[in-house]
């Protein structure tokens, strides 16, 4: 395999950015889809402009710019006319144009329509000449996940060089012929050509249904062959109800909800039963797994084995660690819960493994920390890894490696329905907890434009006036050229001066430390910050119960399925909660798919509702699933696929499961680097 420095014009400095995207070689470079794409409409009438959105427009620069500095930004402006009418045109730190662009000159300008006051303006335009432009029209033009330093032409430009070096990077088709002609599927070096540079919208939509296909196929053909590979287990930890669990869950200031119930006496029929548990537990945001997941814990200690309770992140481990010790020493449970994480010292790290080798403690929750190799159990009877999708399908594996014929519990809030999860948890029972616990005041709802921004400052001022807290969510972290968007910084530093009198504003997001992430979360738990505005991080299980109203910025960005998510952070405790779900555009359709979230809190129902509203030919929009993320599959929208994809599995296994026959040595080695390479980058 090539690096991707082979390819003409990528440096030592471009090789480290494309390494931060998680691409290494020339074939991860294949395989890093367009994000989106760009397609460049011919040129508007100026007379007729009136919504904000990309256009581009066809005209004569009517002056020389002038620039003057704002703050610390040169703004640039002129304006453009055609014979419709004339626009203001105004750029951000291009001083340059002020003596490369010349009054007179005519050109195409494309960029976006904002309102400066009441006035319609063009801002950052990209500059072209008549005939370049024309060459574009219409032109599918891929749109990258970005990282900054790296740009989308250097991706286009690197992309385009790798395509063109055929011969040395062309594979040989390795789907066998039976399977690509059963499900019509395009031929391999076509679907990866068309993918990233289109030749129209015909070819991009077969391109796209093979990759599908082929992720989902590869993905299933991997679990499957991981778990021929460790079949059945037999119970090696039998365990009756105790005594002491019974007393436990009698003492909790609630009682279990009827769903949680049959639940916990499915747990407690599996950790009795012939064979080993291997349980996925469904439910949505906010139906108390967690207590599930203690209970089964506290069951195994009091049998004198270990569990474990694996989380994906630093945030949540804590959490966990904190309200399960909290609890346990309310009703007097005497069982030792330690908690072990990356980001502890390596004195902390030390003491932690010996107190799991010498069974001081019987319950072991944290991070992947949890599966390094220093780390050894103790009669390690339980394992289970809550929001699992996002974990690596073989981290799941390792963890459960460290025990002997131990139990597994995995739990998941994403809605999946359960045709879908039988096929993609395969090797699982899988029980769901169809209810909300009833003390649950639900939660109101509104969905709103950019333009009650102001009203929606005021009432989180209200809120936080009476003590409770407020979660604000931001696509970003940081500015980017490619993407329009509030981030988090800007965001953070606008409310400052909005808010201001004695409300602390807190920021979070994934490219922080995870010490510092700890302890904003720990100062927002603490009500020591009462605004957080964050990144979709806090989207993973977080329980601060005096949080009341969550608002989420370019709210048309998310699938519906990650706002409902996000919107499981309020609602958690007594009191009304809120959510502010702002879209920056007023499209119809978005609105419409928006407004499902005023109509209904259940989890499945909205995913299924989204996919109704977009239907499966809405291949260009946002995800749907916003967690379960395949690189370019959609369990959701492309449900269709993904069944055909599991028929092709089963059908190939029971002829050829080792895939030993001639006709499938292609597949066998694809399959082998696909499991090496990329199955544990997938965020499943
Ligand atoms: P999730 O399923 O999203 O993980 P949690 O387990 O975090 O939900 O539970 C959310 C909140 O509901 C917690 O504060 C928990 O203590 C509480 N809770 C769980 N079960 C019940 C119940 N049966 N009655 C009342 N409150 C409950
Ligand atoms: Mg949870």
Same mark, same amino acid.
Not at 23 to 38: A, F, G, I
Not at 96 to 123: A, D, N, P
Not at 587 to 605: A, H, P, Q, V
């Given at each position: ?112 329509? $904002?309102?400066?006051? =009441?006035? @319609?303006?063009? +801002?950052?335009?990209?500059? /072209?000449? *008549? !005939? ?72 991009? $939509?077969?391109?796209? =249904?093979? @990759?599908?296909? +082929?992720?989902?196929?590869? /993905?299933? *053909? !991997? ?462």
């Amino acid at each position: 395999m090539s690096l991707i420095r082979s390819l003409k014009g990528v440096g030592e400095k471009a090789e480290v950015l494309f390494g931060k995207l998680g691409v290494k070689t020339v074939e991860d470079l294949l395989h890093y889809y367009p994000r989106n794409y760009d397609i460049y409409e011919a040129p508007e009438a100026i007379g007729s402009l009136v919504t904000t959105r990309v256009v581009a427009v066809e005209g004569v620069i009517e002056r020389a710019p002038t620039a003057k500095k704002i703050k610390n930004l040169q703004v640039v402006t002129t304006s453009i006319r055609d014979a419709t009418g004339s626009i203001p045109v105004t750029w951000y730190n291009m001083i340059f144009l002020q003596k490369s662009l010349r009054g007179g000159t005519r050109c195409v300008l494309r960029g976006r329509l $904002v309102y400066k006051g =009441k006035q @319609l303006t063009l +801002e950052q335009p990209q500059i /072209f000449m *008549l !005939a370049d432009y024309d060459s574009l029209i219409h032109v599918m033009q891929p749109v990258y996940t970005l990282t900054k330093g790296l740009s989308i032409h250097a991706i286009r430009k690197a992309v385009g060089q790798a395509l063109e070096k055929t011969e040395e990077y062309q594979r040989r088709e390795y789907l066998p012929a039976k399977i690509r002609e059963k499900y019509e599927l395009a031929e391999y070096n076509f679907a990866i050509r068309n993918i990233h540079f289109p030749k129209d919208m015909d070819s991009y $939509v077969i391109a796209r =249904k093979r @990759l599908v296909f +082929e992720e989902f196929f590869l /993905f299933l *053909l !991997a679990i499957r062959r991981l778990k021929e590979a460790n079949d059945i287990t037999k119970n090696a930890y039998p365990m009756e109800g105790s005594k002491e669990t019974e007393q436990f869950l009698n003492s909790l200031p609630f009682q279990l909800t009827r769903a949680q119930e049959r639940v916990w006496r499915e747990i407690q029929h599996d950790l009795r039963g012939e064979k080993a548990m291997n349980r996925l537990i469904q439910g949505d945001v906010g139906s108390g797994k967690t207590i599930l997941a203690v209970l089964a814990l506290l069951e195994v200690a009091n049998h004198g084995c270990q569990g474990a309770l694996m989380v994906p992140t630093e945030v949540l481990a804590k959490q966990h660690y904190e309200s399960i010790t909290a609890l346990f020493l309310a009703h007097g449970v005497e069982k030792r819960v330690i908690l072990l994480t990356g980001s502890m010292t390596a004195k902390e790290k030390r003491l932690a493994y010996e107190d799991i080798a010498t069974h001081k403690s019987d319950i072991i929750i944290g991070t992947h920390a949890l599966i390094q190799e220093k780390v050894v159990y103790d009669r390690l009877a339980l394992v289970i890894t809550d929001e699992q999708h996002r974990f690596g399908v073989s981290q799941r594996e390792l963890l459960a490696d460290k025990g002997e014929a131990v139990h597994i519990l995995v739990m998941s809030a994403t809605p999946i329905p359960r045709t879908l999860a039988i096929i993609l948890y395969g090797d699982l029972d899988i029980s769901v907890v169809d209810e909300l616990p009833a003390n649950r005041v639900p939660i109101k709802n509104c969905v709103v434009n950019t333009s009650y921004r102001p009203q929606a400052y005021r009432f989180i001022k209200k809120e936080a006036a009476c003590g409770h807290q407020i979660y604000v969510i931001c696509p970003m972290v940081e500015e980017s050229e490619s993407m329009e968007a509030e981030n988090v910084e800007d965001y953070a530093n606008k409310l400052r001066t909005e808010l201001r009198d004695g409300i602390t504003i807190g920021v979070l997001h994934g490219k922080m430390r995870p010490q510092q992430k700890n302890s904003i979360m720990e100062a927002f738990e603490k009500n020591e910050i009462q605004v957080l505005v964050s990144t979709t991080v806090v989207e993973v299980g977080v329980n601060v119960p005096n949080a009341t109203v969550m608002m989420v910025e370019n709210a048309e960005r998310f699938g519906l399925a990650q706002l409902h998510q996000l919107r499981g952070r309020v609602g958690r405790g007594k009191e009304q909660s809120y959510c502010i779900f702002v879209s920056a555009t007023d499209k119809k359709e978005t609105m419409e798919r928006l407004k499902i979230l005023n109509g209904s809190n259940d989890g499945f129902y909205i995913a299924k509702e989204d996919l109704r509203l977009r239907g499966p030919g809405d291949l260009l929009g946002i995800r749907q699933s916003g967690s379960m993320e395949f690189q370019i599959g959609d369990i959701f929208s492309d449900a269709a696929i993904l069944t055909d994809a599991a028929e092709a599995v089963s059908q190939l296994a029971a002829k050829d499961i080792c895939l030993e026959m001639e006709e499938h040595a292609e597949l066998s080695r694809y399959l082998k680097e696909y499991m090496e390479e990329r199955l544990d980058r997938l965020n499943l």
